[in-house]
């Protein structure tokens, strides 16, 4: 298809040929109208001529008889001024004028009397011919009756009537016709033009070019941008599914962010792992001489002061120490070993291993929940950390909430505390590495990192909500771990 | 009094070997310190040692290694295996080619003393 074809806008893709169309049928439409109107105006000024003949010729043939010649004369005189009518004239055999009287009246005329032995010549007694002026012209023989011999002798054709049909007059009355035909049809086809591109710009333009322009804002980046939708015809089914595709993107792009931002924060964990693991051995060596002199120190010490010097120093190495081994959890360079098990199970674990205090805890376990492939030692751990933070938080008391159900294919673990909260502006670094709140010394800002790396190397999810606290009241935090669970063939449920 | 042991202890960290050796000393043992598996290859084909503290991760020849020496474990050297950097697999593996024990550093004394006696026991059960 030709380029300017293609490159039109809807609006004149409908409008061009529609015009075209419109104009061909107007042009048609016009022809064969005008046409008519043209046979329709000849035969009535066939009809009109014919009508006057017969009222001229009886009129004739009675001033004749009666001699009363004036009546016919002015008879004559009168038709010729009819609209449309040139001339009508009463001929005598040698072509000269009988009536009207006329200046040139008495003239005998060859061309008119050989027209009158023409017209005599035809059955129906009438010749039809064109002057040069081009007007039409009816020439009717007089025959002559018995009583016409008293005074025109055996004659057989005594004269002729002509009546002229104005040419000029038709034409102009046609043209009069085919001007105010045309003036509607140009009218009628800017009207038909003008709705048809008012309904295609209404129904078509404008929502395309509404939707083109929300398409504009999406494409520079603004995904809250929708098109409305009022009608259901095609156009709003376009806007629906274009809605719809918007709304998929921006979930996804969520989605995507957030994956992003949870892959940044596994791979700044797994690098961490991955220096621990590079200087565990540089630190670990020293610190085992550092810890057995210590030790040794201890236990010869002369005095208590000596002691307890012998004594700081042997536990400081004690917390290098754990804090290298926390490291070394970062450290998933290695596949992880998995194998199915319960999270109900691991939970029990996780909770024997903390000192629980004065602290009540509710467990709140569906009976049928999907094992999980897991490195158990490092859930247990990565559970245990999040309890041993939420006991933290409560300082000892409060209530300690776990559940365990499934949802999906997943698996959903929650462990809810009556502490304080966190504050917004923690909530994102929670998981951070060496984030705490702690006092110097009580914490090493790891366990929730950790937590959140084990969580992640089982593909898993991990998040923290605390609702906003009614004044003087506890918001609680509440940590949230989705895993996968296990395939069907390992997904032997237990009551 | 128990009469105390004959132990070799091969590590490439030179402050670690003297004290662990004067910790051992201190207990009545008799000990010999090496710097590396290839000086302790000689060491232990010639005597005989009740028990061997060897460093999993050295320069040229590591702990493993020594550990694997045919020779060695013909004549059933009770060795322990130590090391910085602890994962389950070496654990495993260590313990599979017939080491004594697994020592991770750092230990505490607690932990040296009761291999030991351990390792005492078992000498003695083997006469």
Not at chain 1, 28 to 45: G, P
Not at chain 1, 227 to 249: K, T
Not at chain 2, 7 to 27: N, P, Q
Request: net charge neutral; proline share 4%; glycine share 6%.
């Amino acid at each position: 298809m030709p380029d300017f074809i293609t490159s039109l806008s809807v609006k004149w893709k409908v409008i061009l040929p529609v015009a075209v169309i419109l104009v061909a049928a107007f042009a048609v439409s016009a022809y064969v109208l005008t046409d008519l109107a043209a046979r329709d105006l000849a035969a009535s000024a066939a009809t009109t001529a014919e009508t006057m003949e017969a009222a001229v010729d009886s009129s004739l043939r009675y001033s004749m008889a009666h001699r009363q010649h004036a009546m016919v004369r002015s008879l004559v005189a009168r038709l010729a001024l009819s609209e449309g009518v040139d001339t009508v004239r009463i001929l005598d055999a040698e072509g000269k004028t009988w009536a009207p009287p006329t200046g040139d009246s008495g003239r005998a005329s060859p061309q008119a009397a050989r027209h009158i032995r023409a017209a005599a010549r035809r059955p129906q007694g009438r010749e039809r011919y064109r002057d040069a002026a081009g007007t039409h012209h009816l020439l009717w023989a007089v025959r002559s009756e018995p009583r016409c011999a008293a005074c025109h002798g055996k004659r057989e054709v005594l004269g002729g009537i002509e009546i002229a049909v104005s040419a000029a007059a038709a034409r102009r009355r046609t043209e009069h016709a085919l001007r105010r035909m045309l003036g509607a049809q140009v009218a009628a086809f800017v009207l038909v033009v003008l709705a048809i591109a008012l309904v295609v710009h209404a129904a078509v333009h404008y929502p395309i070019a509404r939707l083109i322009r929300t398409m504009g804002r999406v494409e520079r980046g603004d995904l809250s941008a929708r098109a409305r939708v009022r009608a259901h015809d095609e156009i709003g089914r376009l806007r629906e599914r274009f809605n719809h595709m918007v709304q998929q993107i921006a979930a996804q792009n969520l989605e995507l962010a957030r994956a992003q931002q949870q892959l940044a924060q596994s791979e700044r964990l797994a690098s961490i792992g991955l220096l621990a693991a590079g200087v565990a051995h540089e630190i670990n060596n020293p610190l085992a001489t550092i810890s057995m002199a210590a030790e040794s120190l201890h236990e010869s010490a002369a005095d208590e002061r000596e002691r307890n010097l012998a004594r700081a120093v042997s536990d400081q190495a004690g917390r290098i120490s754990e804090i290298v081994g926390q490291l070394l959890s970062f450290d998933y360079s290695r596949p992880p070993a998995l194998a199915a098990a319960d999270v109900r199970d691991v939970m029990e674990e996780a909770l024997a291993s903390v000192p629980m205090g004065e602290v009540r805890i509710s467990r709140y376990y569906e009976p049928h929940v999907p094992r999980v492939r897991m490195e158990r030692d490092r859930l247990r751990e990565a559970f245990a950390n999040i309890v041993r933070n939420a006991l933290d938080a409560m300082g000892g008391r409060g209530e300690l909430a776990v559940t365990v159900g499934h949802c999906g294919g997943e698996v959903e673990v929650s462990i809810t505390d009556t502490g304080p909260g966190i504050p917004p502006d923690h909530r994102g670094r929670v998981f951070d590495p060496f984030f705490t709140t702690k006092e110097v010394g009580e914490g090493t800002g790891l366990g929730l990192a950790i937590a959140y790396q084990v969580v992640r190397m089982h593909q898993g999810e991990i998040y923290v909500r605390s609702p906003a606290a009614a004044p003087g009241a506890d918001a609680g935090a509440r940590f949230v771990i989705r895993l996968p669970a296990a395939g069907r063939s390992e997904d032997e449920t237990r009551a | 009094m128990k009469p105390g042991l004959d132990i070799l202890v091969v590590d490439d960290d030179k402050a670690l070997l003297e004290v662990l050796r004067s910790v051992l000393e201190g207990e009545g043992h008799r000990v010999e310190i090496v710097p590396s598996a290839y000086e302790a290859l000689p060491r232990l084909e010639q005597a005989r040692y009740d028990l061997v503290f060897v460093d999993l991760k050295m320069r040229r020849m590591d702990g493993m290694e020594l550990l694997e020496h045919e020779c060695l474990q013909r004549r059933g050297t009770r060795m322990v295996i130590m090391t910085a950097y602890p994962t389950v697999e070496t654990a495993v593996h260590a313990l599979r080619q017939g080491a004594f024990d697994y020592l991770v550093k750092p230990f505490k004394l607690a932990e040296l003393r009761a291999l030991v006696e351990r390792a005492g026991a078992a000498a003695q059960e083997a006469g």
